[in-house]
């Protein structure tokens, strides 16, 4: 069977800036991604995406006669996983309420998909439990339950390796250390929830620790990082200082002291020293967020939320974000004061004014970062940044009043 994971159109627009260089399901929400999520639970098949036209080199489609097509936004669970197993037939579907969780398509009707449930032989879910991701800031509002999940489901049936002589730990049964993983003179409380510490992570001397919190693969805690959860450091990320219900994704650094709360921070992001964002408003009254789909500031229903920051987004030390900061793809952002909380993809500077990040500069810079992480730069890549950099022009106020 192809099982093909398909980007729900509103919630796709709701979730930009992230979504801009990754389908859906490649967000990170607990210590997987929703698309790793789904193949482990489902073992076998080919898996594929189905989503916007300039990110299908990067993530193909992978369709075949038969294909399962996946909502992106959703994680699975086993009764999901046994109900999709169920859908035997074209235009057989699963959903849950008016939501279309999974259908039967064949080959010849892919291009003419339709999240539309009227059109399918719907089946309702089961399941009472379902996590969904709708706006970005459910990635970080809902970690500490995806965490949990994800826990469960990597551990069980399974021995963790033993916490090192040396370390401080409440709730060891809730801890659980991979081959090759270290872990020195820290403190680790898995009271509040569980901590995963993925294969060849390292928490360095004198880390603070309080659960829901998931390090992954080849990742590092910087010495004395206090980290508050629901808190989720990707593969390869480096992260010091104060943290606190934090998704970083891969390959990004928060290596120095500064605060960061109630965030999402994307792939080779890096933040330089002292980097601060607020994440309480002084008035204590709910955040509003820029949301791309309606082009506008909307509200949350949160009175937490700090600084959402896109894929190859760069601040310089002692760097202020105010409560609700979204930052764009390939923004670099530097200088005194607080920037504007909107700072649209390819920002170049700060509160003192905006020009554009050009892309053979941007290029530079990024080939360098990937050059030291020995990870290619590779035309797709390129081809995806320079069609967000032309998606999101029209964010770039300053370009349009020059022209």
């Not at 086993?78 to 197993?85: D, F, P």
């Not at 450091?233 to 500064?258: L, R």
């Not at 999402?264 to 309480?280: F, K, Q, R």
């Not at 590779?378 to 349009?400: F, G, P, Q």
Request: proline fraction near 4%; charged fraction near 20%; include cysteine.
């Amino acid at each position: 069977m192809h099982y093909l994971f398909f980007d729900p159109e509103i919630t796709r627009n709701n979730l930009l800036p992230f979504t801009y260089t990754r389908p859906v399901a490649n967000m990170r929400i607990g210590i997987m991604t929703i698309d790793e999520k789904w193949q482990k639970h489902l073992k076998e098949g080919v898996f594929g995406y189905k989503t916007a036209d300039y990110l299908q080199d990067k993530f193909p489609l992978n369709q075949g006669t038969a294909n399962i097509l996946i909502n992106g936004s959703i994680c699975p669970n086993e009764v999901l996983i046994e109900e999709i197993a169920q859908l035997k037939a074209p235009k057989q579907a699963l959903v849950w309420g008016n939501v279309l969780v999974a259908v039967y398509v064949e080959a010849a009707n892919l291009a003419n998909f339709s999240e539309d449930i009227s059109a399918y032989q719907c089946t309702e879910t089961k399941s009472t439990s379902i996590l969904q991701i709708n706006y970005s800031y459910d990635l970080f509002s809902k970690n500490g339950e995806a965490i949990a999940q994800d826990f469960d489901f990597l551990t069980k049936g399974r021995v963790s390796q033993a916490i090192p002589a040396g370390n401080q730990f409440i709730n060891p049964e809730r801890i659980f250390i991979e081959e090759g993983a270290k872990v020195q003179f820290s403190i680790l409380n898995a009271s509040t929830g569980p901590i995963y510490i993925g294969k060849n992570a390292e928490i360095m001397e004198g880390c603070k620790v309080r659960g829901p919190f998931a390090i992954c693969e080849e990742a590092g805690l910087k010495m004395d990082a206090k980290i508050y959860g629901p808190t989720t450091v990707g593969p390869h990320c480096k992260v010091g200082g104060e943290v606190n219900n934090v998704i970083f994704y891969a390959y990004s650094n928060k290596g120095h002291d500064g605060f960061v709360g109630n965030a999402v921070i994307g792939e080779w992001v890096n933040m330089g020293a002292d980097t601060n964002n607020s994440n309480l408003k002084n008035t204590y009254d709910e955040v509003k967020l820029w949301n791309y789909r309606t082009e506008k500031f909307e509200k949350t229903g949160l009175t937490f939320c700090g600084l959402m920051m896109g894929d190859h987004a760069k601040c310089g030390i002692n760097t202020m974000f105010n409560t609700g900061t979204v930052v764009g793809v390939g923004a670099n952002i530097f200088g005194a004061g607080f920037p504007r909380n909107f700072l649209p993809s390819y920002s170049w500077g700060g509160a003192q004014g905006l020009e554009t990040f050009v892309l053979p500069k941007f290029y530079k810079t990024a080939e360098a970062v990937y050059k030291r992480r020995n990870v290619p730069f590779t035309d797709a890549d390129k081809a995806i940044l320079k069609h967000v950099y032309d998606l999101s022009k029209k964010y770039r106020t300053w370009e349009n009043n020059a022209s």
